[in-house]
C-alpha cells in the first residue's frame, strides 16, 4: 500500500512539475529546465562515484559533480545562448575535462600509483553516465515546439508506472528472468512497451502540431516506432542501472525521492533512452 501512495504521489506531482517547466518556464530553450538537468546530472555523477568506491575507484565528490556536469552544461551554452555562437563549447569542455582527468594523475604518490588507470577509467566514465546522455534532453530544447521533449518525459514516465502496474498484477509468475534485477517480470516489460506506444499513438492527437503534414499511416507508423525504440531503451537504461547496484552492492543510488531512490535511480531510463528519441524524432520529422 505504501509504494502504491508513492506511486500515486508521483504520478498525480510529478507530471503538473514537468508540464509546467517545460511549458510555463520556455524562456531562453528552457532555460530553467536545462538548469535542473544539469544538477539531475551531477547529483547522479556522484551517486555513482560513491558506488565505485565499493570497487576501490575513488573519485573526489568534487570532481564527480563536475564531470557529470560538463556536458549537459556545454549544451545549455549552446543551445539556451545560441545567439552568442558556442559552437565549440561541447568539444572544448570535453577535451578541457578529458585533459585533467589524465594530466592530473602525473602528481599521484608513489604508494597509489597501481590506482591511477582504475581512477583514470572510474573518471571517464562518470562523465559519460549520465552526462552524456542527459545532454540530449537538453538538445531537445533546440527544436521549435517544447511539446515534442515533453512526449519523450511522457513516454518514459508511462513506460516506468506502466511496467511497475503490470509487474504488480500480472508479473507474480513470471519474474526472475534478468539476473541484474530478479523483481522485473516479463508482464511488467510487457505493460511498459504497451505504455510507451499508447502515449506516442495519443500524441498525435494531443499534440499535433509537433508533427508534419503526412498521411495518418506514415505518422502513426513513425510514432509507434518512437514510442516503442524510445520505451524498449528506457526499459534497457533501468536494467543496466539494476545491474551497476548490483555488481557495488548497492539497493539504491541514494535517497532523493521517495518510492523512487536516488538521483541514478530516478533518471536511469530517461537518460538511456534520451539519444534514441532524439536521433529518432529528428529523423522521422526533422530531418
Known sequence: MKKLIERLLIFFIGIPVVFALVFLLPFYKNLVLNIIIILFSALGAVEFSTMLEKKN???????????????????????SFNSFNFVFTTPVLFMSASLWIILSRIFTHTDEMDTVIHRIA????????????MYWIVQMNKWENSASLFLFLLI??????????????????????????????IAGFIGGMIGSVVISVLSVIS????????SYSELFVRVIIIGFLTGLFAILG????????????????????????????????ICIAAPVYYFLFSLFFYG
Do not use: Q
Open 57 to 79: 575507484i575513488h573519485i573526489r565528490k568534487t570532481e564527480s559533480f563536475i564531470f557529470g556536469a560538463i556536458l549537459p552544461f556545454a549544451a545549455t551554452l549552446s543551445v
Open 122 to 133: 572510474g573518471s571517464f566514465t562518470v562523465m559519460l553516465y549520465p552526462g552524456f546522455f
Open 156 to 185: 518514459v514516465f508511462f513506460n516506468d508506472s506502466a511496467a511497475w502496474l503490470f509487474g504488480m498484477l500480472f508479473g507474480k509468475n513470471n519474474r526472475g528472468i534478468i539476473p541484474a534485477s530478479p523483481n522485473k517480470s
Open 207 to 214: 499534440f499535433p502540431s509537433i508533427f508534419p503534414s503526412i
Open 238 to 269: 533501468d536494467l543496466s542501472e539494476s545491474a551497476i547496484k548490483r555488481s557495488c552492492d548497492f539497493k539504491d543510488s541514494g535517497n532523493f525521492m521517495m518510492g523512487r531512490g536516488g538521483v541514478l535511480d530516478t533518471i536511469d531510463s
